[in-house]
């Protein structure tokens, strides 16, 4: 039997330190691309082989989501998050020491595991300690944390860069996590409530041997893009859903016979809102995550501009985005998925008019022009990424949070890895129709993004439209009576 921390006075300080963990495991997705010329350079490596450090960390990261969510359910997330967190620390240091390329894409598929591990522990600690209206704004901060981190990536590594002079500098791009990792461990040592964990039962090694192969085949020509894996490993697409079908059907086998699946299926099926907002979460995070690389390739290649430059130029994205989160986190109990459409009309608005604004304006000033549509689109991506965690979790037991979380997450992950190789390969691609006219490229990528972001808006609406048949006009409460949350 979990019990419940609910009543923990330390909880909003303990989500903090959670906070700061996911905020660095996150960060490490885009952080380390602007430092990738230097490591080439230094470390005598290929360009292929330089490329999986940023690879390799979010392949990994994917991996180990649901896997490592399961296990938090059974032995306790508070003993998982600080394993993972010090095993971060530690890879972090590794990765910052590399003397080889070798050396550095072991040290990032190590850290991207750690990162997997310790991200669904996140969630499932908030759907632990939090309750009700609390828990929408425990979420609005994480959902601030997951749009800040993955947007300050570029500006963040860019700054660095500036401030470590030298070839060695991009090795700090690595140590920073090490005082902040460590100050999050000593206080989430300190903080995170300790809890009896859940019903061990046993961790089904088929469902997670059929999950990773799938989940591999699947994102293995993704992140291989560059190197020619679309055309070469396009075949892997049929493999994975080949294996996911399997895996689906082994889980619904492992739970009619009584057994612990990795994932319950009736999540699904039978948990509402968890499949709406797990497809809405993959839908936008295609859109969202490519079109950082659209925009660094844009200000850095087609405008001159510096890695810290390229990064400045889309901040007010993210400076929107982490205020409207946290709002956002405290509204959705009150409007529901209402917030989240109105949060994609306001991105797809955002990005839609910086396209525009890139497209036609002088190059001198097209990033001072773009700043208030990137504010409004970071507005509206603040009212979907919160709001969606909390509309998709509401109501999964706390038993299943582990493992709820990383499903969730794996989603965020491929949809992710999708976008960052379909959208910089369409801006590649017309920049050599067009011979170099990086206005063009950047307009129709971006735009491509934003449709992705209407499919996402179609599943939005489709569910809000459901929500307000099944409440007689009115938004459902993410209260304590409506989240139907199960203490095991």
Do not use: K
Request: charged letters at 10%; a positive charge.
């Amino acid at each position: 039997m979990e019990a419940d921390s609910v009543d923990d006075p330390n909880r909003w300080r303990a989500l903090w330190a959670t906070l700061v963990a996911g905020f660095m495991t996150l960060l490490d997705v885009t952080i380390v691309a602007v430092a990738l010329p230097s490591m080439q350079r230094e470390l005598h490596a290929s360009a292929a082989s330089v490329q999986w450090v940023v690879s390799g960390y979010a392949l990994a990261f994917a991996l180990t989501l649901v896997t490592a969510g399961r296990i938090g359910d059974a032995f306790g997330r508070r003993r998982v998050f600080l394993i993972a967190l010090a095993a971060f620390v530690l890879c972090s240091a590794a990765a910052g020491a590399a003397p080889s390329i070798t050396w550095l894409v072991v040290a990032r598929l190590a850290q991207g595991i750690a990162a997997g591990s310790l991200a669904p522990q996140n969630t499932a600690l908030i759907q632990q300690m939090f309750r009700g209206a609390e828990r929408g704004r425990a979420f609005g901060l994480f959902g601030a944390t997951v749009g800040v981190s993955s947007a300050v990536g570029p500006v963040t590594g860019g700054l660095i860069l500036a401030l470590a002079s030298g070839e060695d500098g991009w090795r700090w791009i690595f140590y920073v996590n090490v005082p902040v990792g460590l100050v999050a461990l000593l206080l989430g040592a300190r903080l995170l409530p300790r809890v009896a964990p859940g019903p061990r039962g046993r961790l089904d090694p088929v469902g997670v041997l059929l999950l990773g192969a799938g989940i591999l085949a699947l994102m293995l020509p993704l992140v291989l893009a560059e190197a020619g894996g679309l055309s070469r490993l396009w075949w892997l697409f049929l493999v994975g859903l080949v294996i996911l079908v399997g895996f689906v059907g082994w889980e619904r086998w492992v739970a009619a016979h009584d057994g612990d699946p990795l994932l319950d299926t009736g999540l699904f099926t039978a948990t509402r809102g968890y499949a709406t907002g797990a497809s809405l979460a993959a839908l936008y995070f295609v859109g969202f995550s490519g079109v950082w690389l659209v925009f660094a390739l844009f200000f850095q290649n087609g405008l001159g501009y510096s890695p810290l430059a390229s990064g400045l130029a889309v901040t007010p994205f993210a400076v929107g985005s982490a205020g409207a989160a946290a709002v956002a986190g405290r509204l959705v109990g009150r409007f529901g998925r209402l917030l989240t459409v109105c949060g994609l009309v306001a991105v797809m608005a955002g990005l839609g008019g910086t396209a525009l604004v890139l497209w036609l304006a002088p190059a001198d000033s097209a990033a001072y022009l773009a700043a208030p549509a990137l504010l409004v689109g970071g507005l509206g991506s603040g009212c979907v990424i919160s709001p969606n965690v909390t509309m998709t979790l509401r109501e999964v037991p706390v038993r299943m949070a582990g493992a709820a979380g990383g499903a969730l997450q794996t989603g965020q992950r491929v949809g992710g890895a999708v976008g960052t190789a379909a959208l910089p390969g369409l801006f590649y691609l017309v920049l050599t129709v067009t011979h170099d006219d990086y206005r063009d490229a950047v307009a129709l990528s971006v735009g491509t993004g934003v449709a992705f972001m209407v499919c996402a808006l179609a599943v939005a609406v489709a569910d809000w439209r459901r929500d307000r048949s099944g409440a007689g006009g009115r938004p459902p409460e993410t209260s304590p009576s409506h989240a139907h949350v199960v203490q095991d």
